[in-house]
C-alpha cells in the first residue's frame, strides 16, 4: 500500500453526494458566541442550507443577530418558538444551548416535523439524551449530533489508514484536550460549571466528546470498559468533579485509549493511534482552526503530510444537509450520541467509585 497515493488520492468530502439542492433552511437555537461566531458564518458560506430564524432568550439579542444576518427574517424568543411562530420559515434547528435545555427545543422541534442538529454532548444526563433520540424518532424526523471531527479531512483520512491496516490491528490510542477555560469565558458562574446546566460535570463533558468520539470514529469500534480518575482544586470548580480528569476507554481485541481532559491547563490537542505495523498521530488535533498535521511512521520510514485546512463548521452543516436532502441518516445519529453519553456517565462514575465500569 503506498502512503503517497492514499494521500494524494484522498477526496476531503468523501460524504458528499449531491452538490446543489435546498436550501434547508435551520432555525438556530441558542445565540451564544459559539453560534454568533462559528455557526452562523459557516451557514452563510454553505451551499446546501441557509439561517432563517434567530431564537434566543429576549427579542432584543435575536434581532441583534438577525440584523447582521442578510437571510435572517424572523427573530423570537424561546416561548414564541415553543409556541410555533415562524414555524413555516424554517425545515430544520441547530440547538445550541446549555446541555439541560437541549431535549425542550428539539422535542418541540420535532413536534413541529423539523430535523435537528444537536450540539454535543446530547444532554446533561444519559436518560435526557436518550428522551432526545425517542423525541425525534417518534416524529420520523432526522437527528444528527454535531461533531465536527467526524467531517474533519485529518480524521477521516486517518480513519481510512486504520480501517484499511496500514498501521496494523490498533493497540493503543493517546489523546489529549486542554484549555483554560476561565481565560476564554472569564465568568466564574458561566454554565459549563454549573452542574444544573452542564450535566455531570465540565472536563469531560465539554472536552471529553472530542477525544471519546474521535477514536470510536477511528476505530470504529466502541468501548466495553473505563477506568477514570477526575478532580478539582481551583476555586471556580468546586462544584464540578472534573477541572481535570484522565480515562482509559479499553476496547475489543486489547485496544487501550488512554485520554485526558482538562479545563484549566495550556491549550493543546494531541491523538495518536499505535499499531502492531506502525503509528498515526494528529498534531494539533482537535481546535478548529488550527492547520492540521498527520505523521505516520511504518516500516523504519515517517512522513509527514499537511491536511487542508477547512471550517469544519461549515463541512458540519454540509454534512447534514446533504443527509437531509439525499434521505440518508447520518453517521453521528442520535444513538450514535448516547452511546457517548454512555461512556461519559461511566467516566464519572468510575471516577467516584475508584472502579472500572463495564459498558
Known amino acids: ?77 424561546y416561548d414564541e418558538f415553543h409556541d410555533g411562530a415562524a414555524r413555516e420559515a424554517y425545515n430544520a434547528v441547530y440547538v445550541a444551548t446549555p446541555n439541560s435545555k437541549h431535549l425542550e427545543y428539539v422535542d418541540t422541534a420535532a413536534g413541529f416535523g423539523k430535523d435537528v442538529l444537536c450540539e454535543k454532548p446530547m444532554e446533561a444526563t444519559l436518560e435526557r439524551a436518550e428522551a432526545v433520540v425517542e423525541a425525534c424518532r417518534d416524529r420520523d424526523v432526522t437527528l444528527m449530533v454535531a461533531y465536527r471531527m467526524q467531517t474533519e479531512p485529518a480524521v477521516r483520512w486517518a480513519r481510512n489508514l486504520v480501517q484499511t491496516g496500514f498501521i496494523g490491528d490498533p493497540v493503543h490510542v493517546h489523546s489529549h484536550l486542554s484549555q483554560r477555560l476561565l481565560e476564554m469565558i472569564p465568568n466564574p458562574d458561566q454554565w459549563r460549571l454549573d452542574p444544573d446546566l452542564t450535566g455531570y460535570g465540565t472536563s469531560v463533558m465539554d472536552l471529553g466528546p472530542y477525544p471519546v468520539n474521535t477514536t470510536r470514529f ?6 466495553i470498559r473505563v477506568t477514570a480518575q477526575a478532580g478539582s482544586t481551583g476555586e471556580a470548580f468546586d462544584d464540578v468533579p472534573d477541572e481535570t480528569a484522565a480515562f482509559v476507554l479499553t476496547y475489543p481485541n486489547n485496544c487501550f485509549a488512554a485520554c485526558t481532559v482538562s479545563q484549566n491547563a495550556v491549550q493543546s490537542s494531541r491523538l495518536s493511534i499505535v499499531g502492531l505495523e506502525g503509528e498515526l498521530t494528529i498534531e494539533p488535533a482537535f481546535f478548529p482552526h488550527h492547520p492540521r498535521k498527520v505523521t505516520v511512521a511504518r516500516s523504519g520510514t515517517t512522513a509527514s503530510y499537511e491536511v487542508e485546512m477547512v471550517d469544519q463548521m461549515l463541512e458540519e452543516f454540509e454534512y447534514f444537509a446533504d443527509c ?15 452511546t457517548d453519553m454512555r461512556i461519559m456517565k461511566a ?10 465500569i463495564q459498558l
Open 1 to 77: 500500500m503506498d502512503l503517497q497515493d492514499q494521500f494524494d488520492g484522498f477526496t476531503a468530502r468523501d460524504w458528499q453526494t449531491i452538490e446543489e439542492g435546498g436550501p434547508v433552511r435551520f432555525a438556530v437555537i441558542g445565540l451564544g458566541w459559539w453560534t454568533r461566531d462559528e455557526a452562523i458564518p459557516a451557514i452563510q458560506q454553505a451551499d446546501l442550507c441557509e439561517t432563517t430564524v434567530a431564537v434566543s432568550s429576549t427579542t432584543a439579542k435575536a434581532e441583534s443577530v438577525a440584523e447582521s444576518v442578510e437571510t435572517i427574517d424572523h427573530a423570537l424568543t
Open 324 to 338: 437531509v436532502l439525499s434521505g440518508r441518516s447520518p453517521v453521528p445519529d442520535g444513538p450514535h450520541g448516547v
Open 347 to 356: 467516566i464519572y462514575d468510575s471516577a467516584e467509585s475508584n472502579e472500572p
Open 218 to 223: 477511528i476505530l470504529d469500534e466502541d468501548p
